[in-house]
């Protein structure tokens, strides 16, 4: 079993950055890829980004692979989503997801085996 806790998240103006960290405890994540998402108020949740157990493999979707950037340290266990330029459009409550490495980084939320309870990022004046 994997816990996996968010943080970082709060209010920005526009323009501003944030650092999201996604901090795993009960197990390791190794051999486990991990995935960001964001559910915006009335929207489906979406991948934003995601990163391969060995950092091999990252991709970020189109309207974010310009401003967020994706790293993690397996020595502490912690995976970083740092966003930068941030907009109004990307409110949301983020969240973290662990994944089986040989699944590799599917943008469905269904293959995903554990899940944080999220953060909430404001973009706002």
């Known amino acids: 079993q994997v816990q996996l806790v968010e943080s970082g998240g709060g209010l920005v103006q526009p323009g501003g950055s944030l650092r999201l960290s996604c901090a795993a405890s009960?197990?390791?994540?190794?051999?486990?890829?991990i995935g960001w998402f964001r559910q915006a108020p009335g929207k489906e949740r979406e991948f934003v980004c995601g990163?391969?157990?060995?950092?091999?493999?990252?991709k970020c979707r189109t309207l974010v692979k310009d401003r967020f950037t994706i790293a993690r340290d397996n020595d502490k266990n912690t995976v970083y989503l740092q966003m930068n330029s941030l907009k109004p459009e990307d409110t949301a409550v983020y969240s973290c997801?662990?994944?089986?490495?040989?699944?590799?980084?599917?943008?469905?939320?269904?293959?995903?085996?554990?899940w944080g309870q999220g953060t909430q990022v404001t973009v706002s004046t």
């Open positions: 009960g197990k390791t994540l190794d051999r486990h890829n």
């Open positions: 997801a662990a994944i089986p490495d040989e699944m590799g980084l599917p943008f469905a939320e269904r293959f995903y085996e554990y």
């Open positions: 990163i391969s157990w060995n950092s091999d493999n990252v």
